[in-house]
C-alpha cells in the first residue's frame, strides 16, 4: 500500500468505518495488492497534474474541459474505490483544500492546484 494511505489508514476507518462508501471500499479493495495501489495513486495524480495543467493554461474551474476533468476524478473514484456521489465529491472538494496534507501533496504539481480543483469539484457538483 502506498505511504500515504499507510500513514493514515487508522484516521480513515475511523472517521468513516461505518459509512457506505467505507464498506464498498473494503469490499472492492480486497484484492488489492501494492502494485494496484501505486497504480491507482498514480491514475489520481495524473488527474490532478492534468487540472494543473488547465489551471496554468489559464483555464477557469467552470470550463468545459475542466468540468469534464471533475467527472474524470468522479469516475475515477467510483471505478475503483467506492460509489461517489457528487455529496461525496464535494466533500472530497473541500477536504482537498482544507486538509494540508492533501493540499500538500496536490500542490506538488503546481502551487494552487488543490484550490483550484477544488473550485472545479464545486462548481461540478452544483
Not at 36 to 48: C, H, W
Not at 84 to 90: A, D, G, P, V
Request: proline share 2%; glycine share 6%.
Amino acid at each position: 500500500m502506498v505511504r500515504f494511505m499507510k500513514n493514515y489508514k487508522d484516521e480513515v476507518k475511523e472517521i468513516w468505518g461505518e459509512t457506505p462508501a467505507y464498506k464498498e471500499y473494503s469490499e472492492k479493495s480486497k484484492g488489492y495488492n501494492e502494485e494496484k495501489y501505486e497504480a491507482l495513486a498514480e491514475g489520481m495524480n495524473d488527474i490532478f497534474a492534468e487540472f494543473a495543467t488547465c489551471m496554468k493554461s489559464g483555464e477557469k474551474p467552470d470550463s468545459k474541459e475542466v468540468q469534464k476533468l471533475a467527472e474524470k476524478l468522479q469516475s475515477y473514484i467510483t471505478d475503483n474505490y467506492y460509489t461517489c456521489t457528487k455529496e461525496i465529491l464535494s466533500g472530497l472538494g473541500h477536504m482537498y483544500i482544507s486538509d494540508e496534507r492533501f493540499r500538500n501533496n496536490i500542490d506538488k504539481h503546481a502551487e494552487g492546484t488543490a484550490e483550484f480543483a477544488g473550485k472545479a469539484i464545486e462548481a461540478y457538483c452544483r
